[in-house]
């Protein structure tokens, strides 16, 4: 069986993230050296990720977010906010859930507590 044989089929088999690994993998002589395990590990890695990406991405998209772009990365911490940074990275890590408490938002109306 040829190697392009190989990936016409992957690609029939809705496996396109490692088909495209696998023509990179053959096409990189570096990964000559590596054994089958390892190469196949690296293929199998691509793909899980590849999908989990792109569920994602469906989940976001479904959802019909106001902002599905937003990032708790792109949070403005300016003086006049007077957000603490120490504590929205704790909330970032979404403990407070696992330990059963809650959560209130508290301020005036208009002052974006939505976002």
Do not use: W
Not at 24 to 52: A, C, H, Y
Not at 65 to 90: C, H, V, W
């Amino acid at each position: 069986m040829t190697n392009q044989s190989t990936i016409d089929k992957l690609i029939e088999m809705r496996l396109t993230a490692m088909a495209d690994a696998f023509r990179n993998q053959t096409d990189d002589p570096r990964l000559k050296e590596v054994p089958f395990e390892d190469r196949f590990g690296m293929l199998v890695d691509i793909e899980f990720s590849s999908r989990k990406n792109n569920r994602l991405k469906r989940l976001i998209r479904n959802a019909a977010f106001d902002q599905p772009d937003a990032s708790i990365m792109d949070i403005n911490y300016t003086s006049g906010r007077k957000l603490n940074r120490e504590l929205i990275k704790r909330l970032a890590t979404c403990e407070y859930i696992a330990e059963h408490r809650n959560l209130f938002i508290t301020g005036a109306t208009g002052c974006g507590k939505t976002y």
